[in-house]
Nanobody
Framework: VLLVESGGGLVQPGESLKLSCVGS????????LSWYRQAPGKERELVAA????????TYAISLSGRFAISRDNAKNTVDLQMTSLKPEDTAVYYC????????????????WGQGTQVTVSS
């Protein structure tokens, strides 16, 4: 089983960035997918999640609508489009897969990616 994130990097405040995660080795379309992030000295937190067929989505309230999650089950990918980035968005972003939908506060996934660093700084 693999989840591989890409797209992280250094951006300036106000810019946009798109993260992608590709999965393999499991039945991708059967799993809810999520993006979590962990900033230095802080706990890992949910950013966004999407159900197996994409019909349900949930986002961290603190994001104020700046991020959007989407998935393509034909390509085994889940994306996170991030806009109006702020320095407080700086973190390692992780892709996760789990069954069933829900219980996001537990920060538990069946599978995790290795993470990709996003740094927002001028």
């Amino acid at each position: 089983v693999l989840l591989v994130e890409s797209g992280g990097g250094l951006v300036q405040p106000g810019e946009s960035l798109k993260l992608s995660c590709v999965g393999s080795g499991f039945s991708f379309s059967d799993y809810s997918l999520s993006w979590y992030r962990q900033a230095p000295g802080k706990e890992r937190e949910l950013v966004a999640a999407i159900s197996s067929a994409g019909g349900m989505k949930t986002y961290a309230i603190s994001l104020s609508g700046r991020f959007a999650i989407s998935r393509d089950n034909a390509k085994n990918t889940v994306d996170l489009q991030m806009t109006s980035l702020k320095p407080e968005d700086t973190a390692v972003y992780y892709c996760g897969a789990k069954r069933p939908w829900g219980d996001w506060e537990s920060n538990q996934n069946d599978y995790w990616g290795q993470g990709t660093q996003v740094t927002v700084s001028s």
